[in-house]
């Protein structure tokens, strides 16, 4: 089955402002499963005529499989096997101050000070070249899932939710899953869904290989 496509072009006096806001949307999707391709790239992906995917196709994907699920209601999904522990991949979920372990995109992040990982808890995340941007938890079940709101420009959010799998295999099966929201969400999934689906296996990819290697390291000790 093909998807359905609509043609959007971006007319030129809305060209300047767009490739700003594409620019900070790309860049702010680091960390635990964000993107970010640099603001030249960016740019000239909202600088040209653009096409939006129908969100209603459900692509099949498997564990690690390389490929990107593209849900319904504007949503992205991705989820990796790994020999690791859903132990140790907790503990680098909620490490926050060390995310850059495995998204090598990122410059810093941290939640506020006094705040410890739990619901309701708020924090900062800061992109290379770009601007930082806050996040709070609004789902923290632990051991189990959480999930990350970002706040992004024009009023709109995205939801970044983190959880496990159940696996038939013994293998631990982790997943990254992003919600678009807000009245634009078609625009920011527009100009960031091709960038997220490029850079969100390389970082759970990382993700699992720091998690594999440091249990590796704790046997040898």
Not at 9 to 15: E, G, M, P, Q
Not at 61 to 81: C, F, I, M, N, P
Not at 135 to 151: D, M, N, R
């Amino acid at each position: 089955m093909r998807r359905s496509q609509v043609p959007l072009r971006l007319s030129r006096s809305a060209r300047g402002p767009a490739s700003a806001f594409v620019i900070i949307v790309g860049l702010f999707f680091i960390g635990e499963g964000f993107i970010g391709e640099g603001s030249s790239a960016l740019g000239a992906t909202a600088a040209q005529s653009t096409t939006l995917s129908s969100t209603n196709l459900t692509v099949a994907a498997t564990a690690d499989s390389g490929q990107v699920e593209v849900l319904s209601g504007y949503r992205l999904k991705y989820s990796v096997a790994t020999t690791a522990r859903k132990s140790t991949i907790w503990r680098l979920w909620r490490d926050v101050e060390n995310w850059n372990k495995f998204d090598t995109l990122l410059e810093y992040s941290h939640l506020d000070d006094g705040v410890d990982f739990e619901l309701g808890a708020t924090g900062v995340i800061k992109a290379r070249g770009a601007a930082k941007t806050r996040f709070e938890l609004i789902e923290v079940i632990p051991g189990v899932s959480f999930i990350e709101k970002l706040k992004v420009p024009l009023y709109q959010s995205i939801e970044l939710h983190r959880y496990f799998e159940e696996s038939e295999s013994g293998m631990t099966v982790f997943s990254h899953e992003a919600h678009f929201k807000g009245r634009l969400r078609f625009l920011i999934y527009l100009v960031a869904a091709s960038s997220f689906k490029k850079e969100l296996p390389l970082v759970m990819s990382r993700l699992r290989q720091v998690a594999e290697q440091e249990e590796a390291d704790e046997l040898q000790n």
